[in-house]
T-cell receptor
Framework: GENVEQHPSTLSVQEGDNSIINCAYSNSASDYFIWYKQESGKGPQFIID?????DKRQGQRVTVLLNKTVKHLSLQIAATQPGDSAVYFC??????????FGTGTSLTVIP | GAGVSQTPSNKVTEKGKYVELRCDPI?????LYWYRQSLGQGPEFLIYFQGTGAADDSGLPNDRFFAVRPEGSVSTLKIQRTERGDSAVYLCASSSPPFETQYFGPGTRLLVL
C-alpha cells in the first residue's frame, strides 16, 4: 500500500528562523502533492501544491521542493512566525486518485 | 464566499447507536470527499463523490459506514451500530475539478461511549 512518512514529528523553532518539514513517499507514479496546515479544532488548510513536472514552487514565505528521484518532498517556511504554529501534513495523489496523508509535523514557534 | 461546512461540530453517542454527519460543500464543487482523522494521525480517505454517485468508496472500513449525495451537493455520512473505535474527527472536503486542491470543512468530532 501507499506509505507517506513525514519527519520530524515535532519541530520547535525560534521566531524568525526558517522551518523545514520533510516527506518521503513510496509510489513513484504519484504526480501531485499538497501541503496542508491544520490548527487545533479546524480542518486542514491548503498551503501550496506541486506537480511532478516541477521540482520547486514558491508561495508567500513557503517553498516546496520535490525530488522525484529519491521520492522526497519538503516544505520550507521562511521567517517563521507565531501564527505558523500548527500541525502540517503532506498529501500525495496516488494513481488510484486517492489522497494519502503523512502523519503530520507539529510546529511550535517560540516568540 | 462560504467554505465547506459540517454539522454537527460535535456528536456524542452510545455504542450501538446510529449517527448521521452532514457536509455542505463549496457551491459549484462537483467533487466531495469524506475522511476520518484519528488523534495524532493524518486524514484517511473514506469515500469520494463525483456529482451524485460514489466514484470510489474503497476507504469505507466496513458495511456499517454508508454515504449519500442525492442531489450532487450536500452529503451525509451514515454510521450504523457505532463502535467505540469509530470515535474520530470526520472531515469533509470538496474540490472542482476533482483531484485538485481540496478545501476542508472544520470536521465533526464523534465520540462513541
Amino acid at each position: 500500500g501507499e506509505n507517506v512518512e513525514q519527519h520530524p514529528s515535532t519541530l520547535s523553532v525560534q521566531e524568525g528562523d526558517n522551518s523545514i518539514i520533510n516527506c518521503a513517499y513510496s509510489n513513484s507514479a504519484s504526480d501531485y502533492f499538497i501541503w496542508y496546515k491544520q490548527e487545533s479544532g479546524k480542518g486542514p488548510q491548503f498551503i501550496i501544491d506541486i506537480r511532478s513536472n516541477m521540482d520547486k514552487r514558491q508561495g508567500q514565505r513557503v517553498t516546496v521542493l520535490l525530488n522525484k528521484t529519491v521520492k522526497h518532498l519538503s516544505l520550507q517556511i521562511a521567517a517563521t512566525q507565531p501564527g505558523d504554529s500548527a500541525v502540517y501534513f503532506c498529501a500525495e495523489l496516488n494513481t488510484g486518485n486517492q489522497f494519502y496523508f503523512g502523519t503530520g509535523t507539529s510546529l511550535t514557534v517560540i516568540p | 464566499g462560504a467554505g465547506v461546512s459540517q454539522t454537527p461540530s460535535n456528536k456524542v453517542t452510545e455504542k450501538g447507536k446510529y449517527v448521521e454527519l452532514r457536509c455542505d460543500p463549496i457551491s459549484g464543487h462537483t467533487a466531495l470527499y469524506w475522511y476520518r482523522q484519528s488523534l495524532g494521525q493524518g486524514p484517511e480517505f473514506l469515500i469520494y463523490f463525483q456529482g451524485t454517485g460514489a466514484a470510489d468508496d474503497s476507504g469505507l472500513p466496513n458495511d456499517r459506514f454508508f454515504a449519500v449525495r442525492p442531489e450532487g451537493s450536500v452529503s451525509t455520512l451514515k454510521i450504523q451500530r457505532t463502535e467505540r473505535g469509530d470515535s474520530a474527527v470526520y472531515l469533509c472536503a470538496s474540490s472542482s475539478p476533482p483531484f485538485e486542491t481540496q478545501y476542508f470543512g472544520p470536521g465533526t468530532r464523534l465520540l462513541v461511549l
